[in-house]
């Protein structure tokens, strides 16, 4: 079967947006193609810096015919319906025509009408030019002379040439024609821009491939990142040490360069008294370029690696110097913004109200950094107001939840008036990545307690779901209180996420609230926190997501999760216990009877029977009962005695006991006894049963 090849190549592509684009480009395509009635075996997508290129394996050379059946009119209708309906049915005469007949409507004519199939080149050529004039770049751009004309081609940087080849194996390829903004499918590309500029003809995916390797440009982009990640680590360790790997600065690089040539440079060592998530962000950030540190160190060396798209002459000498002149300038501006933040800020005598206001001590650069914050007025959200006005929030809900976490409020409160004064210093300015990470290390710098410090690092935890929580009690604190407050301020200003829409990540805020709680074993009473039932219920949508994620059945978290629950600690307890009990033999045996009972019951309220709160010992008459009876007072007592204690094990312990008494209740007993009395003092045992059970879970919810 044949195969096809298809090149689009343009001046360089932003790295970021080339993967998308390839897997955009080989869905479009693949997709008008079925639409179209072809089959394919395979289809994989590549791309480089100035390219993106599919290779579609086992292609139909034709689509199939169709078969289609036209209703038409009555045999007895006008004749202008009927013509009507031989144009529509691209008929010349209604002999040709079928007559069909319908019990109710009489008789009236099909056509039968096959649509021929199409050659698979003919379909590519009339898909191809739709697809590329409305190809979904997300800024794409004009260029040449014709661009000012209305509905000329726009891509995302100017297209030069279109490579469309089809055939298979066994017989010479062809070109499929078709035109798009001026430029005309063909079968000549061109390798790398300076190595191998001349013209490179194709036929097949293969030769394709491996001419472009002989002109200097590796196609496969996974294949290029190997290359860079191999070629990195041996020239660290050639020079005594390892290469700080970083995935997404690879995948950037590798959409940077279709023939990578790796390169060690260097840098003053004086710049290492920079911290190295400075040192880090600048190298990358500006140059796009890898550290390096000695093995097992911490700290980083005066090494970075460089990745260059061309081979030079002189072994790269002259692109290691130019890189090396950038990096340092870039490096000389980071030590600047890292020694100006140590400094004292020149107008003092204009934050005193501020200092005041948050206890602050102005002989300290972090302090006044969090002063400037609040006397600037910085806008946190336009109905939620400053960042100043949002410290002090989170400063009274840190104290209330103190007590809760058992911590010392007055380094709670510390942590929370320095946790945002990193926002005003120039090296989280020029990197906002690093707020809280430069706060931790000015707040060391002068001297405050290492937890506070610490705090201030770690309050924005967890920033997603393999990120870790606070690991100290000031951090867990101050970090439960910024989620907090974030999420009780845009649900009062009616800020919800909807839909997949979540613009201020709120569900990962209500998400770290419950890692934190649970994993730090926090009991936290949420509806006081929260104050609001609705996010009360937005927090149970969350914890369900989280413990289903975790492993734990739907029905099992449904059965313990009431509207009230506001413990989510609790609710978490609860599930791991219910999930143990009912996966043994005993809670199996004790759900089929509880369910039974519970049905039971269930039908009689329908009918509206008001079942009793009390059994009465007096009417319980046969042995069965008597038992069930006695099992359910003990059970029920033992069970709420291990729930009050939060022993949930112990209370399913509990509630198994009931396994055999329930059996022999609905084996020897009736319970629509036709004494009114002994029939309600029954129905009355079934619902201490419910009752019993309910202490933990509601074992109707449960499957099973």
């Known amino acids: 079967m044949p195969d096809l090849l298809l090149e689009l190549r343009s001046e360089e592509i932003p790295a970021r947006m080339q993967r998308k684009a390839a897997g955009d480009l080989k869905k479009l395509l693949t997709d008008a193609l079925v639409e179209a009635g072809l089959t394919y075996e395979g289809a994989r997508e590549y791309w480089t810096p100035r390219r993106l290129t599919l290779d579609i394996r086992g292609l139909n050379a034709r689509s199939s015919d169709v078969r289609e ?44 009408v096959v649509k021929p199939g199409r ?10 030019p739709g697809i590329i004039r409305n190809f979904p770049w997300p800024k ?12 000329s081609l726009q891509w995302v940087r100017p297209l030069q040439s279109i490579v469309c080849t089809f055939g298979s194996e066994t017989e010479e390829t062809r070109v499929v024609p078709f035109e798009v903004g ?33 002109a200097k440009v590796v196609l496969d982009a996974e294949r290029r990142k190997q290359i860079i990640a191999t070629d990195a680590a041996n020239i660290a360790f050639a020079n005594g040490l390892e290469l700080v ?19 060690m440079g260097t840098f003053e060592e004086e710049f290492l008294a920079i911290p190295s998530e400075i040192i880090r962000l600048t190298i990358k950030t500006n140059q796009k370029c890898f550290v390096t540190r000695r093995p097992g160190a911490e700290t980083l060396s005066n090494h970075f690696i460089l990745v260059s798209n061309i081979e030079a002459k002189d072994g790269g000498k002259e692109i290691v110097h130019g890189n090396g002149k950038v990096v340092r300038a870039r490096l000389s501006d980071a030590k600047h913004f890292w020694l100006r933040d140590q400094g004292n800020l020149p107008d003092l005598e204009t934050l005193e109200a501020s200092a005041a206001k948050f206890n602050l ?17 910085v806008t946190f959200h336009a109905k939620l107001g400053t960042q100043g006005a949002r410290v002090e929030r989170i400063r009274m809900l840190a104290a209330e939840l103190a007590p809760v976490v058992g911590v010392d409020p007055v380094l709670v409160d510390r942590a929370v008036v ?30 405050e307690d290492a937890a506070v410090a610490e705090a201030i690092e770690d309050h924005y935890k967890p920033q997603g779901p393999s990120d870790r929580v606070p690991s100290g009690k000031v951090g867990l604190t101050v970090a439960l209180a910024d989620k907090l407050d974030t999420l009780i301020g845009f649900w009062a200003i009616d800020e919800k996420p909807t839909g997949s829409k979540d613009p201020y990540a709120l569900r990962r805020a209500a998400l770290g609230v419950i890692r934190m709680l649970l994993e730090k074993n926090v009991r936290l009473p949420l509806a006081s926190a929260a104050k609001d039932p609705d996010l009360v219920a937005f927090f149970h949508d969350r914890l369900k997501v989280y413990l289903r994620d975790m492993g734990a059945r739907h029905d099992l978290i449904d059965a313990v999760l009431t509207p009230e629950a506001d413990d989510l600690l609790m609710v978490a307890r609860r599930v791991e216990a219910l999930t143990a009990f009912i996966t043994s033999e005993e809670g199996q045996n004790l759900l089929a009877g509880t369910k039974r009972a519970t049905q039971l019951l269930a039908a009689e309220e329908k009918k509206g029977t008001v079942v009793d709160g009390a059994v009465s010992p007096a009417l319980l008459l046969l042995d069965a009962e008597k038992a069930l009876y006695a099992a359910v007072e003990s059970a029920s007592k033992d069970a709420a005695a291990a729930v009050a204690k939060e022993d949930f094990r112990s209370a399913m312990e509990a509630l198994s ?35 019993a059970t309910g202490t933990v879970a509601d074992f109707s919810k449960i499957s099973g």
């Open 182 to 214: 001026g430029i005309v499918a063909g079968n000549v590309t061109y390798g790398h821009r300076f190595h191998a500029p001349e013209a490179i003809t194709v036929r097949r995916f293969e030769d394709y491939v491996s001419n472009l390797e002989k």
């Open 69 to 112: 059946d036209i209703k038409g009119p009555a045999t007895s209708a006008p004749e202008q319906a009927i013509q009507g309906f031989l144009r529509k049915a691209g008929l010349t005469s209604i002999s040709e025509a079928h007559v069909h007949s319908d019990p109710k409507k009489g008789d009236f004519y099909v056509a039968h």
């Open 418 to 447: 320095l946790a945002k004064a990193d926002l005003r210093t120039e090296a989280v300015g020029e990197f906002p990545e690093l707020q809280g990470i430069m706060g931790r290390k000015y707040a060391v710098l002068q001297g």
């Open 361 to 377: 001590d102005l002989a300290k650069p972090l302090d006044q950094r969090m002063a400037k914050l609040d006397a600037l007025n």
């Open 140 to 151: 794409p751009m004009r260029s040449g002379a014709g661009s000012a004309k209305p509905g």
């Open 245 to 263: 790997e970083d995935e997404g600065l690879l995948e950037e690089v590798s959409g940077l360069v279709e023939w990578p040539q790796v390169l």
């Open 657 to 691: 006991t009931l396994r055999a008494p329930v059996d022999q209740f609905f084996t020897d007993v009736l319970v629509n006894d036709e004494d009114p009395a002994i029939r309600a003092n029954r129905l009355a045992l079934l619902a201490a049963i419910r009752s």
């Open 119 to 128: 050659p698979a080149d003919e379909i590519v050529a009339g898909v191809m």
